[in-house]
């Protein structure tokens, strides 16, 4: 059995950039250590948009132009995926349903032992992907590391953390 760890949009832009938050800066050697130290594949997922953000459904809700392909917002922070071998995935949405069909068919291939979550937001990327994963592979455990990661705020992020566990996600290191 192999175990994966998803890093959730580990990306400038949520970090320090235009919707960085002191929490988040705060997690970047923390996810980079249990990158280094996970015995298991490592899937890196990054947030995508366009030039025309501000026009889609999300740029009308969150006005705030971030993760534009190519800028130096979009970029995975400096390091993380040079720590080793990974695959990064680009996502357009919260959640990836390119993540979900890529496990599914990995663990038709060989059954995937435990999926495990880090990354920005908790509160939106990292629950969306979480709870697609478990629709996926509704009887493979999903766990989610708290240390690692962050959301809008301390208060939503610690909510996104019960609403998870509500759905049967293991929270650790909370």
Known sequence: MKNYLIVVDMQNDFIDGSLGTKEAEAIVSRVADRIRSFDGDVIFTRDTHEEEYLESQEGKK????????????????????????????????????????????????????????????????VISNALLIKA??????????????AGVTPESHKNALEAMKM????????
Do not use: Y
Not at 114 to 124: A, E, F, K, N, R
């Open 62 to 125: 969150l006005p705030v132009v971030h993760c534009v392909r190519g800028s130096a917002g979009w970029q995975i922070r400096e390091g993380l995926t040079a720590i080793r071998s990974c695959t990064v995935i680009d996502k357009p949405t919260f959640g990836s349903t390119e993540l979900g069909v890529l496990l599914a068919r990995r663990d038709m291939e060989e059954m995937i032992g435990s999926v495990t979550l880090v990354g920005l937001c908790t509160d939106i990327c």
């Open 136 to 149: 996926f592979l509704p009887e493979t455990p999903i766990f989610v590391d708290a240390a690692c990661c």
């Open 167 to 174: 759905c049967q996600i293991t929270i650790e290191n909370e």
